[in-house]
């Protein structure tokens, strides 16, 4: 069994960062090339009564990995993100809201190691 | 060019069950594809990880098939089904991308085994897999029967499947984005 390859570092990304307009930032390709794995935050095009429960599903899962000490780090932004997360107890992690794919490189690969790890002799949680 | 909604791992491995990440963060296999075809990406949420959490044991479907599992995906598919929703009526085709093999997030192969319980001990092999979906995906056909909405076209991730071959998993993502 080969060993586990997780990161334990995961950024909520914006819908426009991944499924970007032509020449725009793709956030999952640079998310791909550094090693973070993506949450991704509803379209805006949704309508509230749609956008909301999804909110809420993102920013439970991000409590799960929060209180097990995963990295996180927010690219863009979503309105109703930060009342989802504050209803779960989760800050709003630091954030980006990038030009370029170098930026965001830059930013997702000066970000502390995280809590969690591999390496710091705990498990996946 | 359509909408795929894919599982959470698929964009977000750390969401897997311990000694389940097949890399670090994005399943770059699945995306690729859905990016040189020019399709949207939706993310679907984890069933798992905010039932059971991260230390969760790898699990056949009986076993994660509880009353309150079931209760906890029928939410999850109410907002997935609202999301398919709003993509279907603006006349955009949708797919599914699931991961096969998984008890929750299988599309044609899901894992099941009657007896598996108690002690967390059976050797490593493929007994479980059977034809089928997962927990996750069939509460998503009912929420989208209730709307009147046919069951989208599905793919899957195959990396848990035996002989798992990247180009078979290429091929058949690429179908199902075809119809």
Not at chain 1, 40 to 49: S, T
Not at chain 1, 52 to 71: I, K, S
Not at chain 1, 84 to 93: D, I, K, Q, S
Not at chain 2, 90 to 107: H, L, N, R, T, Y
Request: charged share 25%; glycine share 12%.
């Amino acid at each position: 069994m080969k060993p586990d390859a997780r990161s334990f570092r995961i950024a909520l990304v914006a819908d426009r960062y991944v499924n970007p307009p032509p020449d725009g930032l793709d956030a999952v390709a640079v998310a791909a090339q550094t090693g973070w794995g993506v949450m991704q935050l509803p379209a805006d095009d949704y309508p509230p009564e749609v956008a909301e429960p999804l909110l809420a599903e993102v920013a439970e899962q991000a409590e799960e990995f929060w209180r097990h000490g995963y990295g996180f780090v927010l690219v863009g932004e979503r309105a109703g993100l930060a009342e989802a997360l504050a209803r779960v107890g989760v800050p709003v992690p630091d954030g980006i809201t990038p030009q370029t794919s170098a930026q965001l490189a830059g930013f997702l690969g000066g970000r502390p190691a995280p809590r969690a790890g591999w390496d710091t002799g705990q498990t996946a949680g | 060019m359509g909408v795929a909604f894919v599982a959470h791992c698929l964009l977000n491995q750390n969401s897997k069950v311990g000694d389940g990440a097949h890399c670090a963060g994005v399943y770059s296999p699945v995306v690729d594809v859905l990016r040189d075809k020019g399709w949207r990406i939706e993310q679907m949420p984890c069933p798992e990880l905010a039932f059971t959490g991260l230390n969760r044991f790898w699990a056949v479907k009986e076993q994660l098939d509880t009353a309150a599992y079931r209760r906890h995906c029928e939410r999850l598919a109410e907002a997935v089904a609202a999301a398919i929703s709003v993509r279907v009526k603006k006349g955009e085709d949708v797919v599914i991308v699931g991961v096969e093999g998984s008890p929750s997030m299988g599309v044609t192969i899901t894992s099941s085994d009657p007896l598996r319980g108690g002690r967390p001990e059976w050797p490593e092999g493929t007994a479980e897999h059977v034809s089928g979906e997962g927990i996750l995906v069939e509460e998503i056909r009912e929420a989208l029967a209730k709307r009147g909405i046919g069951f989208p076209r599905v793919a899957g991730e195959t990396h848990a499947i035996p002989g798992h071959d990247e180009a078979v998993q290429r091929a058949g993502l690429e179908s199902a984005l075809e119809g």
